[in-house]
């Protein structure tokens, strides 16, 4: 038989090949974060489903891909029962409440109280807690924090002198802002203030299956990997953390760390062992080795992380040096969990986190 003439599985789907391979592999990790994104349609059942549906996987070759479920129905195809394509899904709904409440935040002169934000929200002020985090990585107090680090950060560049940067912050006193600025800018404001001056910086924002990932590195070693589903937030966020850095492009050491990195994303074992340019304080350093101490498949609490650096109750400390890391997997600090177990936050949302960890259990 000639299998070139056989009918083509993607006859409906106006894209590449390359990005019905991207969706097919979305459906068969059964990725919550491709919902909404597209639809897929089995063509031996007549359904369509949306990427994370629970039910038995399809084969390719009966599989069409559609943007919208309207499509799909328009092809001919019921919408699925189990996983209902075509009602927002639960992660869907979230967000949207999450990213209102993220703009209420940044548009009040003062931080809204978590009792007004539930109530905007319709729950009760301890659900709204745990959706935020779960959605957002960190509680509604911290992303007003980051939010106020960012403000320090961005008049740091701008103001001529560190001592106006502090006021134009919001900061009525010197001695408050130099005990926040390490915590919130990961190193002292006058290091911070030459903004990257006199390096350089390779970088690339590729796609994998957690979103988009960066990996940058100055010329000692990788400086950031982070996750997020725009490319561009991504691409945003590095050079305005070293915005007097000279950008240069990727050669090919730089492609195998790339690839390095990724292949670690898909498939961790062992450490992931490439040559890092971390800036942080002397204790944030201190809890950063103590988290590449964590093999891949285990994981340690904060408490626990705090006794091995000698100091057993600085864990809240240590949470908050964890949640600054910028270096993903490289530093695992999706390793470090709540005494109770539970997974707490992560910089880069709790569903990553959660799913690293599941990859690091099945090794
Ligand atoms: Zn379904």
């Known amino acids: 038989m000639d299998t070139e003439s056989a009918s083509p599985p993607n ?5 590449t090949a390359q990005l019905a391979e991207q969706r097919w592999q979305a459906v068969v990790r059964r990725d919550v974060l491709a919902d909404g994104e597209f639809v897929y349609a089995v063509r031996t059942t007549g359904v369509y489903c949306r ?49 209102q409440a993220c703009q209420a935040i940044e548009l ?64 009525n006193s010197a001695g408050r802002f130099y005990e926040a600025a390490p915590a919130l800018l990961g190193m002292s404001p006058g290091s911070y203030r030459k903004g990257g001056a006199g390096e350089h910086i390779r970088h690339a924002v590729v796609p994998c299956s957690l979103g988009w990932v960066i990996v940058a590195a100055t010329r000692k070693g990788v400086c950031a990997i982070e996750f997020d589903e725009s490319a561009e937030a991504l691409e945003d966020r590095i050079r305005a953390r070293f915005p007097q850095a000279q950008f240069e492009p990727a050669d090919a050491g730089f492609q195998r760390w790339i690839a390095r990195v990724l292949d670690y994303i898909e498939q961790p074992r062992g450490v992931l062992d490439l040559p890092l340019d971390v800036q942080g304080t002397v204790f944030q350093r201190r809890v950063w080795q103590a988290l590449q101490a964590i093999p891949a498949g285990e994981t340690s609490t904060y408490s626990e992380i705090a006794a091995r650096i000698g100091q057993p109750r600085a864990f809240r400390a240590v949470a908050h040096a964890c949640a600054e890391n910028a270096v993903a997997v ?30 690091e259990r099945k090794k």
């Open 11 to 15: 006859a409906a789907l106006p894209d």
């Open 51 to 99: 990427p994370s549906c629970p039910s038995r996987a399809a084969k390719r070759e009966n599989v069409t891909f559609y943007e919208t479920g309207d499509l799909a129905a328009a092809a001919g195809y019921r919408p699925c029962k189990r996983c209902q394509p075509d009602a927002p899904s639960q992660q869907q709904t979230r967000s949207v409440l999450v990213r």
């Open 108 to 171: 009040s002169a003062s931080a809204p109280s978590l009792a007004q934000l539930a109530q905007h929200a319709g729950m009760s002020p301890y659900h709204f807690q745990r959706v935020f985090k779960a959605v957002a990585g960190l509680s509604p107090k911290a992303y007003h924090k980051a939010l106020q680090a960012r403000r320090v950060a961005a008049s740091l560049q701008s103001a001529p002198s560190v001592t106006e940067a502090l006021y134009d912050a919001g900061f």
């Open 330 to 359: 490289a530093i695992p600090c999706h390793r470090a969990v709540r005494a109770d177990g539970s997974l707490a936050g992560y910089r880069w949302g709790l569903a990553r986190k959660a799913e690293l960890l599941k990859r």
